[in-house]
């Protein structure tokens, strides 16, 4: 158990809806990590954020937001759905240190837009 | 453009051989790699980290291997057993940057 928490584990549902995610990070760390990993691909890094701010930006879609709130949880939005939109989606979590820093990961968020 | 790279999406080892994995990355601005096991429908778990200043880091059956001037870091795993049979992935990180980059992973198969 990596400490991360994400909800829901399981998400089907149709293209064009709205979904959110939720990630509880480790208790401590300031940072969260947003990846996406679809079907034998790799992890694609989203968005990261630090202590509620927004610290980098990856290959995240336009439909797609997130935030972190002041007790440190994150979410992750993604609306008008489509199809391959279709993905495990990992939340990650780090230390107040940004660099240097080993992240641990939830064990995902699978999502199915049919 | 893949900044990290695996390039092997799969090799098969006999348990008890040596399994060696590798990660080519092309952004002289990373200093630090993590690598990461992933069995299916579960988060990736952190094997082991390597910071620039070192070409070595070991812990118990892992070894990492960093050869900075070629750009190319491998894992070893000795003795290979059928439980490390998984997904492993390399990442990279550094100065300048707040995210890690990952590879696409290579599937690993003991056979027992």
């Known amino acids: 158990d990596s400490g991360v928490t994400q909800t829901p584990k399981h998400l089907i549902t149709a293209t064009g809806q709205r979904v959110t995610l939720r990630c509880s990070p480790r208790?401590?760390?300031?940072?969260v990590y947003w990846y996406q990993q679809s079907l034998d691909q790799g992890l694609q890094f989203l968005i990261q954020?630090?202590?509620?701010?927004?610290?980098a930006k990856g290959n995240i879609l336009e439909r797609f937001s997130a935030q972190q709130f002041p007790d440190l949880h994150s979410e992750l939005n993604l609306s008008s759905l489509e199809l391959g939109d279709s993905a495990l989606y990992f939340c990650a979590s780090s230390a107040d240190r940004v660099k240097r820093n080993t992240i641990y990961f939830g064990e995902g968020s699978w999502l199915t837009v049919v | 453009d893949q900044q990290v790279k695996q390039n092997s999406p799969s090799l098969s080892v006999q348990e008890g051989r040596i399994s060696i994995l590798n990660c080519d990355y092309t952004?002289?601005?990373?200093?630090?790699f993590l690598w990461y096991k992933k069995y299916p429908a579960e988060g990736p778990t952190f094997l082991i980290s390597i910071s620039s200043i070192k070409d070595k880091n070991e812990d118990g059956r892992f070894t990492v291997f960093l050869n900075k001037s070629a750009k190319h870091l491998s894992l070893h795993i000795v003795p290979s057993q059928p439980g490390d049979s998984a997904v492993y992935f390399c990442?990279?990180?550094?100065?300048?940057?707040?995210?890690?980059?990952f590879g696409t992973g290579t599937r690993l198969k003991v056979l027992a």
């Open positions: 990442a990279a990180g550094g100065s300048g940057t707040y995210k890690y980059i």
């Open positions: 208790s401590g760390d300031l940072s």
């Open positions: 954020y630090y202590n509620g701010e927004e610290r």
């Open positions: 952004n002289s601005m990373f200093d630090y």
